[in-house]
């Protein structure tokens, strides 16, 4: 789907009962699906299906009170983090349920909307519960979800949806892509959202990455220093560094282009480094899961491969 999906003309007419957005999360991404949402619910549009900012639901949206709207986030309360049948039913403490809201006449908006985060953290049953909504949609209802890994939703529920792959890159921040290096920010925003680190952080990762390039170089490179420089909280994106490095280097043995590469894992055969960038995910892995392990003596088996 194009890019440009946010800007084309809407009306009542032409609108999905449910949407699949697929991205990485962003704050910019966030505030488009919102003015869309905003749209939908706006009981007084303005020309080319604009909302009008000061209708009450307009009002009660941007208050974070609209009761014909229902913005669900996974269960941080559980150990992992899911988004179970509980959360879509309904209760007391959190909300009304899916079912409810979408069955009931809208209170103060043109129609009633669920907004799902994080979509691939629905459990089985969870999902299973939104199938049998998708199949027969209330009137005047609306679905967005939102996911970076759609492919694990069931394939009933992506063949009811209306996807929309967003382009990470059309919400790329110019004006920070323009003072970085290019392999630098895009390791930055495919890690981050650049627009949500101010610049003290963006000036911390800059020596971090200048840091990490420096101690893979291959004279300068020791396995005492990686191991001790590294053993920090940014491991995860001194691995982003390194992976990166070895797809460069790969790219340029497939090319045979005689480019000499500068680091230290140029010296291996690509077999080895498809060894070498295995193990790096898989320790990336391990630290996206919170799996408690010592960085240094998994650093140090990695590193044995050079």
């Known amino acids: 789907m194009k890019a440009d999906f946010f800007n084309k003309e809407f009306d009542s007419q032409n609108i999905s009962h449910a949407y699949l957005f697929e991205c ?144 990470p890159s059309c919400f790329e921040n110019e004006d920070i892509k323009n003072k970085l290096d290019p392999l630098f920010y895009e390791i930055l925003f495919r890690e981050f959202d650049p627009s949500s680190i101010d610049e003290v952080e963006i000036e911390k990762l800059k020596s971090i990455y200048a840091e990490t390039i420096d101690s893979i170089e291959e004279f300068n490179f020791s396995k005492t220093k990686v191991l001790d420089l590294w053993n920090d909280d940014y491991l995860n994106f001194r691995l982003s560094i390194l992976k990166q490095n070895i797809f460069n280097v790969l790219s340029n043995k497939f090319k045979d282009s005689g480019f000499k590469d500068a680091s230290a894992i140029s010296r291996l055969d690509q077999e080895r480094l498809f060894l070498f960038l295995e193990e790096i995910i898989s320790l990336q892995a391990m630290l996206a899961n919170k799996v408690p392990l010592n960085k240094k003596i998994q650093l140090d088996a990695i590193f044995d491969l050079i």
């Open 24 to 167: 990485k999360p962003s704050k910019e991404l966030n505030e488009e699906i919102n003015n869309l949402i905003k749209k939908i619910l706006c009981v007084d549009k303005q020309k080319n299906f604009m909302f009008c900012n000061l209708c009450s639901s307009c009002k009660s949206f941007n208050g974070h009170t609209n009761p014909d709207f229902l913005e669900i986030f996974p269960d941080e309360d559980l150990k992992s983090k899911v988004i179970g049948i509980t959360t879509l039913r309904g209760d007391t403490n959190k909300n009304r349920g899916i079912i409810n809201i979408m069955s009931e006449t809208a209170l103060l908006s043109d129609a009633k909307l669920i907004k799902i985060n994080d979509a691939e953290l629905l459990s089985e049953l969870a999902q299973d519960h939104l199938l049998k909504i998708l199949e027969e949609p209330p009137k005047k209802s609306y679905i967005f979800l939102l996911s970076s890994k759609p492919s694990k939703l069931k394939k009933t529920i992506l063949s009811r949806l209306n996807r929309i792959k967003i382009d």
